[in-house]
């Protein structure tokens, strides 16, 4: 009997959880309620768009600074997956900066995102309103 492959982003996530930067942050709050209103094909559109446009050109406008800690789901799973900025491509990931990136590594981004905010949003609770304390300003877990 043969062992299924293992999912190629599984290194890259226990690398994620073992920074304690990256592995603080949380779905909770507004941007959970976002995601379960919205739903997953919506927010999914938008993280292809949002990557497109901040992070895939060769030279984004202010790279390193140009993904917010707050205010969509997909900007907090740029910050948990390490997918925020082309300095962190490059260290997470191994996509070099200076050039843009190509379709298959604009896909690998907008997997390691969703798989994050699937992850994310099968162990919050059912209610947004219900989740452990946190910075709502950053979508972090501070406690």
Aim: aromatic share 4%; proline share 8%.
């Amino acid at each position: 009997m043969s062992q299924p492959s293992p999912d190629p982003l599984d290194a890259l996530f226990q690398a994620l959880g073992r920074s304690t930067f990256r592995s603080r942050f949380r779905l909770r709050g507004a941007d959970l309620a976002y995601l379960r209103g919205k739903g997953m094909d919506t927010v999914l559109r938008h993280a292809d768009e949002m990557i497109a446009a901040r992070l895939a050109p060769a030279e984004p406008l202010n790279d390193g600074k140009q993904t917010p800690m707050r205010g969509h789901p997909v900007f907090v799973a740029q910050h948990a997956t390490a997918t925020c900025c082309r300095g962190c491509l490059a260290k997470w990931h191994r996509i070099p900066k200076g050039r843009e990136l190509s379709d298959s590594e604009r896909a690998h981004v907008v997997a390691v995102i969703e798989r994050w905010i699937r992850e994310q949003d099968a162990a919050a609770p059912a209610s947004p309103d219900a989740a452990p304390h946190a910075d709502a300003q950053l979508g972090m877990d501070l406690g």
